[in-house]
């Protein structure tokens, strides 16, 4: 008796199972077609090289120029979609978005690192997703029974395709590809640790920081390894978009870091008057990531932003943070080092 009703039990769970759906590019019914109004052209490949399972995958190639928008849309999303899961690969390192689209208007981004040239799986929670700079709220949450699309979008290719970024971020323009496969809609979220007190904590499967030309960026276990290995100096480093207000109210940040060889560090914060400002610290040799505590009152404006703005940090107004091997450009430190980032921290 007990056995069967084990059994029902068992059945039922398997039955009430949640809902699930992957797309997996074997057909050209996939559904994803480019941007209207955008550039370029996706078609299935069946080069093994770029195939992730089954026999194909998407291939988009676009040309990347500055004023050119690049984005692959899938127009049905779930409307259960808790999470997004895919594969994705990029001819290049770069910062790729993933973006919905609300018929109510707010247009949602979730910024991921593709380190370029080989496979990596990217897994998304709708509360990964923040409104896009340019929308309008509407209730200021994502509604995903109100999604008109989800886009794919190399936001290093539409921002950074001028020759002005490209001395700090390499040349980005030209034509540019980028491969998709097994992507999936998940009816639950992945877990995220939840510390107010965090401004990353590297638990996601992928970075929402980007690198400089010449830098690399890898996802380790908890954390994320900055390398470089250049015979020559270079702006070695990484940054990231850092949500509006998220620093509001803190009296500056700690790092956890632990540096190969000893060299200065540089911390620059931008805010959204256009000033920047930086603040330094020495790291070197530490056996495990270590904290590393930087006050705003420690920082001082860059002299190219000088005047720009109300000539105050307004930690409320950070909108990028950036971590950048000082010692390189301005003490000779060796040219070929690398990092471990634990953590980023507010100091409350
Ligand atoms: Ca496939
Ligand atoms: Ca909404
Ligand atoms: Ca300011």
Redesign the pocket.
Known sequence: MRYWMMLGLLMGALWAQEPKSRIDFESTQHGWLVLPGAGGTVALTENPNDVKAGKRALRYTYTAAAGNLNAIVYLEPETWTQAFRFWIKADRPALFALSVQEEGGERWHAPFWVSGNEWQQVTIALSDFALAEDTKPVNHKLDMDDAQGIGLIDVSAIFLATPEAALLFGDQSGTRMMWLDEFEFLSRAPARRSDPNSIDDFQRDYLVWMATAYTTLKREANGMRVEYNLPFPHLFGALRMVEPSSLRGTKGLEIAIQVKTPTTLAVFVE?T?G?RWSAIFEAGGEGKPEPKRLLWSQFTITDDTKGK??????PA?VKMLSLVDWGVLNEGAPSANHWLVGAVRKVK
């Open positions: 805010e008057d000033e703005g109300d000539g105050k940090l307004d107004s």
